[in-house]
């Protein structure tokens, strides 16, 4: 197992390399002097020479991206153009906002898609397996900002009992120690602090949470189907066991390897869906920089957090597939 | 020679027998399945409104009108049937966009994976057939493409292009390139150790025969199912892009820019105006998404997950 992880962590330096190469080539090929864009826009001439200089931009192509790179290993990702401030610096303080969204959006989307999927399984054809099931297939089919709209309205407007933007009422005093509120909350025994995090997280929450909920829920439902086929479970049931220990304690442990390579794969995919959520839901977390860079032509910004999410892409990635592995030893030996 | 042009023939007969009973045996198979079949007609459907828009459409998709900014829709009662589902914030009739829309998000979708398709067939079957050195280089670059969600790669280079619709396909098109060199090539690899292969290049064909004859129509199965299921990525992609404001340019109809032009009039209760763009999309996703999982059942009972 140790092997197998070390193998998979040496083949992730080439990988990021490329990523690396691939971010800094799309951004270059940006039309447009990237000296001046640094320097801003009313910057004298000498000022955006003296830029050039400073940033190598007069060297060619391979330089620049030594230069660059190099001060990629130091964890320097240059400075924004929009705020001056270091982007690392604003990355890291953002990115607490899209982990606690992600945690939250994924709790759920397991909690609620592997039991819809069991009972879905157990009670196959029943109206119960028909409803959750067509419900997940149009949860797949949903585009995340449309049903983060439409929960907006509802629930914000209409409904008008849930909050449908930011991450905390402003007006509640709050200290910040994470960066996670809820944790924060806990940590500061701040009750109100955490109903109202909590209460913030909920719409993006289900936004969020929805494709994974439904992918959860219909490879739940079919895995279960397949392992409730089994010999060993019409075994355990002869015995006598009750059905409850037979269907969540048996059943369930055999079917959970493709449920987990599911939830891993599409904690990947909660990076892309954040992008849009954070941007519907005003969530200033790592999508809404992006987004915000992008907006701002904002080169070192959208290089910084194209890599950043990038590099989180990969590493869930690798997890999942060490995780894979390791209930899965066949997959080691390959 | 004679006997092998005979070899040849009799194998290309043969071939064919066995091509048209597969066809008949994947329609038989697509027809029995009730959700494919949904989703085929949905997909019909909105092929069909997208070709006759023109027609279809009840008003001009891009007259503005000041005096009609906002305003309901059939449901509001008689006075409103001029605009079925309503206005848009410049007074233009939504369903018009939504029915011109239908063109921009199929045609998206189709390009982006046709260029994806095209692109993903080449990289695959190089690289699985010529293997070695040249394989591995392929792979790892798609490594390195796999490194990105798909929205955040797209959203890249947009930045870099600039929006457009155009640009769009481009974008999404590179992004799905990966994943169907992927799918391609374990099929090719597959194919590649089959024994008519061998008993090919035994008979002395070139590898270009071996390629287009042999090769490519028995790794077809896969490539449609997964380019099925790409157009559905691609068109929720191009919404998302769209949606952002790096997709179409205004005025183009397109239902992701409609739903981010909508929204800040959300929450003054025009809630018909980001609702329907919405569920053009989410029907075209759900119909393709359906007639992807039908095909894959048909042509390709291994890939059920």
Not at chain 1, 157 to 170: A, E, M
């Amino acid at each position: 197992m140790k092997k197998y992880i070390l193998k998979r962590l040496l083949l992730l330096i080439p990988v990021l390399i490329g990523v690396s190469i691939l971010v800094f080539v799309i951004v270059r090929l940006t039309p447009g002097d990237p000296a001046r864009v640094l320097a801003g826009e009313h910057a004298t001439e000498e000022y955006v020479q003296a830029t050039r200089e400073r940033w190598g931009l007069d060297q060619p192509m391979y330089m620049q991206y030594y230069i660059w790179f190099k001060s990629l290993l130091r964890g320097d990702l240059g400075r924004s153009i929009a705020t001056h401030s270091p982007v690392i610096e604003e990355i890291l303080n953002r990115f607490p906002a899209t982990l606690e969204l992600s945690l939250f959006a994924m709790v759920l989307a397991i909690l609620i898609g592997i039991l819809a999927g069991i009972i879905s399984a157990v009670h196959q054809y029943s109206f119960f397996d028909y409803f959750s099931m067509s419900i997940a297939l149009f949860g797949i089919s949903m585009p995340v900002f449309w049903l983060g709209l439409m929960l907006m309205f509802v629930f914000g407007l209409w409904l008008d009992i849930l909050p449908i933007s930011g991450r905390i009422n402003v007006s509640i005093p709050f200290q910040n120690i994470t960066g996670l509120y809820v944790l924060d909350s806990l940590l500061t025994f701040n009750w109100r602090a955490l109903g109202s995090s909590l209460l913030h997280l909920v719409l993006p929450g289900i936004a969020l949470g929805t494709i994974p909920m439904a992918m959860i829920a219909r490879i739940t439902r079919s895995s279960m189907l397949e392992v409730i086929r089994q010999d060993f479970i019409r075994t355990e049931r002869a015995k006598g066991l009750p059905e409850k220990s037979v269907i969540y304690k048996h059943a369930l442990k055999n079917a959970l390897i493709p449920i987990i390579t599911v939830i891993g794969m599409e904690f990947g995919l909660l990076l892309g869906g954040a992008i849009l959520t954070e941007t519907v839901f005003a969530w200033p977390g790592l999508g809404r920089y992006t987004v915000d860079a992008v907006y701002a032509r904002d080169y070192p910004a959208i290089q910084g957090s194209v890599l950043f999410i990038a590099f989180l892409f990969v590493i869930v990635n690798l997890i999942t597939d060490v995780l894979y592995a390791y209930i899965n030893p066949r997959i080691r030996y390959r | 020679m004679f006997c092998t042009l005979i070899l040849i023939l009799a194998s290309g007969i043969a071939d064919m027998k066995k091509q048209s009973s597969a066809f008949s045996d994947f329609f038989y198979m697509l027809r029995k399945n009730k959700s494919a079949m949904v989703g085929l007609i949905i997909i019909l459907t909105m092929v069909i409104v997208a070709l006759l828009a023109p027609y279809l459409a009840p008003n001009n998709p891009l007259q503005r009108s000041l005096s009609t900014r906002l305003k309901p829709g059939f449901w509001a009662g008689k006075d409103y049937a001029k605009y079925p589902l309503g206005t848009d914030y410049l007074g233009r009739c939504l369903l018009s966009r939504i029915i011109w829309g239908t063109r921009t998000s199929l045609s998206v979708g189709f390009i982006a994976v046709l260029i994806s398709t095209v692109f993903g067939l080449l990289l695959g079957v190089i690289g699985a057939y010529y293997g070695k050195w040249i394989d591995t280089l392929l792979m790892r670059i798609v490594d390195i493409l796999f490194a990105f969600p798909s929205i955040l790669l797209s959203i890249t280079i947009m930045a870099a292009l600039g929006a457009g619709l155009e640009k769009a396909m481009i974008a999404i098109g590179i992004v799905y390139t990966p994943q169907m060199a992927r799918v391609v090539r374990s099929a090719v690899l597959v194919i590649k150790e089959m024994d008519y292969i061998e008993a090919e290049k035994a008979l002395g064909a070139s590898h270009s025969r071996i390629i287009w004859h042999h090769i490519l129509p028995n790794a077809l199965a896969p490539v449609i199912v997964y380019s099925t299921l790409s157009v559905a990525g691609a068109i929720l992609d191009a919404a998302a892009l769209g949606f952002l404001g790096l997709g179409a340019l205004p005025p183009t109809p397109e239902w992701g820019s409609m739903l981010s032009n909508s929204r800040q009039f959300l929450m003054s209760g025009a809630w018909w105006a980001a609702t329907f763009p919405g569920l053009a999309i989410m029907f075209a996703v759900l119909g393709l998404n359906l007639l992807g999982d039908g095909l894959r059942d048909a042509l390709d009972p291994r890939l059920r997950v």
